[in-house]
């Protein structure tokens, strides 16, 4: 609730429906993929986390299902800080979800504009590729990302978050009360928003991403959340917490526990008809789908009334 992290890789299936609905991207555009990915005329190579790149041409259904940073570089900075701001708001990130609890943080989905109020400074290129991974300056609650998840769920239609003290607690359907301990305009602002119209075709490429994420034979979160008695839809992140030098490789070893990178995992289930929305961040601990997927699944199985799988799998980030 007012937990604040860099999202990392958990924000990819949002921005990837900002590059289709802009029109940045048809749903075929490919890049290939080096392991890097380098600004015009600037010498500075922006690592993907895998080195070596993925293998050869990558598409968004790949870059989300292997977690390509390499495709984000290039589409976030052809989509631009502008639009991501933009998108990025409509899910919700750096404002309100509206919960009823206080002090909820409101993260920051950053711009233009903030970075010149708050740091004097002009936004740069290489902020924007920064942001495409769910780095740089952007910051989210593990609450936004459990809404803009359920947002993604529910293809545009936002639900403000409630909490429930009990199994079966009734939800008194009138808005009023749901909103009770909100401001007058935040209570306005969330009535008055409309669905994300999207087209139904991208909001299925990128679901269909999310699915191979946990069941692809090449998604980050195959190994470690394996024997499911259905499907989930979800996206794994790590965040850094220590900067890396350009040439130097992330060394778990060199590093006290607090300077570890902290790892996400945001899943939806059932796929095809959703009915609960999950966000885990595991501070400090490491890699997404190895730590922080497992603790989703058992959340998950408990709520759809599956047996506890105790297994914890390694896996990648």
Known sequence: LRGQYPPGSTVKPFFGLAALDAGVIAPAYSIYDPGFYQLENDEHKYRDWKRGGHGGRI???KAIEQSCDTFYYDVGFKTGIDSLHQY??????????????PGEAKGLMPSRAWKRGAQGLAWYPGDTVNVSI????????PMQLAAATAHLANRGVRKVPRLVMRRGEAVDADAGDVMGGMSTALKNELLEEEPLSFRDGHWQIVVDAMVAVVHGTKGTASRAVTGLEYQMAGKTGTAQVVGIKQDEKYDASKLAKLQLDHALFIAFAPADQPRIAVAVI??????????????????????LGYPADNEVSDGGI
Request: glycine share 20%; aromatic share 8%; net charge negative.
């Open 59 to 61: 598409n968004l259904h």
């Open 88 to 101: 990025g708001t409509l899910f919700g990130f750096g404002r309100a979800t509206g919960v009823d609890l």
């Open 134 to 141: 769910g780095q740089g300056f952007m910051l989210a609650t």
């Open 282 to 303: 595991v501070e400090n601990g490491e890699h997404g789908s190895s730590t922080a997927a497992p603790v989703a699944r058992r959340v998950i199985d408990g709520y």
